[in-house]
């Protein structure tokens, strides 16, 4: 069984960086495609940063040169770290995988940063 448990978010000020982690059991995350989703109170969920199994990234408009998504194999952990926060990026950050198995998620992790 897959499952995904994020952690790392907080309360910071506009300007500063969280790095957020998601552990991960049942699946390798060097074999699957990895997406951290956010959701902003009043907004759909929306895809935010994506590692596929090959290495390679894609990123929202709104966080291209912020962001930075990044995996740890041998840890199984895969990591979002957010730079030069806005307070437009408050919300709950989830992570997600598509498996044989199914469509998994984290319960999240909330984000708030204020002004």
């Known amino acids: 069984q897959v499952r995904l448990v994020e952690s790392g978010g907080g309360l910071v000020q506009a300007g500063d960086s969280l790095r957020l982690s998601c552990a991960a059991s049942g699946i390798p995350v060097g074999r699957t495609t990895m997406d951290w989703y956010r959701q902003i109170p009043g907004k759909e969920r929306e895809l935010v940063a994506r590692i596929s199994s090959d290495g390679a990234t894609e990123y929202a408009d709104s966080v291209r040169g912020r962001f930075t998504i990044s995996r740890n194999r041998p840890r199984n952990i895969v990591f979002l770290e957010m730079n030069s926060l806005k307070v437009e990026d408050t919300g709950v950050y989830f992570c997600?995988?598509?498996?044989?198995?199914?469509?998994?998620w984290g319960p999240g992790t909330q984000v708030t940063v204020s002004s």
């Open positions: 997600n995988t598509i498996t044989r198995s199914g469509n998994f």
